[in-house]
């Protein structure tokens, strides 16, 4: 809105040159989300306390986690808020690349208050039934795959860069659209399934944005793009306004979702959160460079199917003492803070790896 409304009056007035800067704008859509979170956090865990909207631990966990319960859930409505309405302020809405990152992350938001709706107010433990929850986000991946390939050259739009590797590409032609769904399905489900111990989740999504945010400035940068041997996506540069949104509102509710949590964002935030995760990565042509920056969630991922497939073929032995990942720690003597703490520096790590193979490209 900012762009729109005061970028014209540069041509009378220098002072709001200022904002056509990407840089700009996106240091003050992290500066603006941070605030938003700051300000209403306390408020809104207020809120969910006098509504009884509490977290319901599943028993089936670790059983100290059983203190949890109660604990404000659903705040990944403040999550949402922080980061949308930054977005709005700072970012060129007539950017197409911009509007399609705020439908994934309300989408698949919604289909996450939803099922949280039905865990704690209708008292559902399950939620959401599975089979309804995967045709929405099948249905965001459609959608989003077949804008890009439809609405665009799609000879272009279905290639994908090779990490670590110069000038290699996959052409998936008709199969972009189905890599569009599994990427983004996957990505909001493994997010979701790293949201299990306070502050992990959003943690190591406000690390992954923050990389993906440096990546869509660079691939929005004719100059940067060329020096880096990147595709240059003009539009993709205005992504980093949204990325550096998502990197305040995470920052700002980590404030109050570090261990000892005041509240959870529940899958409210989590599903957005991959689910936006994915479509940036989708939309600077890195998806699978998302395998490296989101290492962790792909581990906690393949945690569970593995353990669910070892379960079935040797008739009930486990490959890990619990699944997810960061509940096999727990279990092996690890403290919650150690495996947080301990899953960030990895993803520290994996980011840092992430990022270096831009340049060896």
Not at 150 to 164: I, Q, R, Y
Request: aromatic fraction near 12%.
């Amino acid at each position: 809105m900012f762009y729109h409304l005061l970028f014209p009056l540069s041509e009378h007035y220098a002072l709001f040159n200022v904002f056509k800067y990407i840089t700009f704008r996106s240091a003050y859509a992290t500066v603006t989300a941070l605030l938003i979170s700051f300000i209403f956090g306390g408020w809104v865990i207020r809120k969910l306390e006098q509504m009884q909207i509490g977290e319901t631990i599943d028993t089936d966990g670790p059983q100290h986690h059983q203190k949890k319960s109660g604990t404000p859930t659903m705040g990944g409505v403040l999550v949402l808020t922080a980061i949308v309405i930054p977005t709005l302020l700072w970012a060129d809405l007539s950017n197409r690349m911009v509007l399609l990152a705020l439908l994934g992350t309300v989408w698949m938001g919604v289909i996450g208050f939803i099922d949280d709706y039905l865990k704690v107010v209708k008292k559902r433990p399950k939620g959401m039934i599975g089979r309804f929850k995967l045709v929405g986000q099948v249905s965001y991946g459609l959608i989003l795959g077949s804008i890009l390939y439809f609405g665009g050259n799609g000879d272009f739009v279905a290639h994908t860069s090779v990490p670590f590797l110069k000038d290699v590409f996959i052409n998936w032609g008709w199969f972009y659209i189905p890599l569009v769904i599994l990427v983004v399905t996957g990505t909001s489900n493994a997010v979701n399934l790293a949201d299990g111990l306070d502050g992990l989740a959003i943690g190591l999504s406000s690390l992954a944005f923050a990389g993906y945010a440096v990546i869509a400035y660079l691939t929005g940068h004719a100059v940067f793009a060329d020096y880096l041997n990147l595709l240059n996506l003009p539009e993709a540069g205005e992504l980093t306004v949204y990325c550096a949104a998502v990197v305040g509102a995470g920052i700002g509710f980590l404030w109050f979702n570090a261990h000892p949590a005041r509240i959870f964002m529940g899958d409210t935030g989590s599903l957005a959160l991959g689910g936006a995760l994915g479509t940036v990565a989708i939309l600077v042509k890195k998806e699978f460079l998302l395998v490296v920056i989101g290492g962790m969630f792909v581990a906690e991922a393949l945690s569970v199917m593995a353990q669910v497939t070892w379960f079935k073929r040797t008739g009930g032995k486990r490959l890990f003492r619990m699944a997810p990942l960061h509940h096999h720690f727990e279990l092996t003597g690890w403290s919650e803070t150690q495996v947080v703490v301990r899953f960030w520096i990895i993803g520290v790590l994996l980011l840092l790896l992430g990022m270096s193979s831009i340049k060896l490209q």
